[in-house]
């Protein structure tokens, strides 16, 4: 047996879904967060991928990254995304996540 550490999913994506009250600063799950993730569960699964060793789609508070717009995080690479769209979410899902690529113009720096 390895003594080197393996994480148990392959990858493990978390959507911050924080929302603040009205007049605070910009919070991602007033922007399309919650739909997003619920859109990459439900494409993960259709993608026979959401089991353990292989993807996992989470909710997380914030992040400190929401002026940048809704943002969500691939580990255990710690690759940050931002988002507009079901359709980017579906574009990080294919070439990220099935592909093994990352998607540069949605990468946050």
């Known amino acids: 047996m390895s003594s080197e550490a393996r994480p148990f999913y392959r ?10 009250k009205p007049g605070e600063r910009r919070s991602c799950g007033l922007h ?8 990459a569960k439900k494409r993960i699964k259709e993608l026979q991928l959401a089991r353990p060793g292989s993807v996992r789609i989470n909710n997380a508070g914030c992040m400190e990254r929401c002026e940048l717009g809704p943002c969500m995080v691939i580990y255990p690479q710690g690759i940050w995304y931002g988002y507009e769209s079901e359709a980017d ?12 690529q990352i998607v540069d113009r949605l990468r946050l720096k």
């Open 89 to 100: 979410v579906d574009e990080i899902i294919d070439t990220h996540i099935v592909g093994g």
């Open 32 to 39: 399309g967060a919650v739909e997003a993730r619920d859109h």
């Open 11 to 20: 990858h493990h994506v978390f959507f911050c879904t924080n929302v603040r």
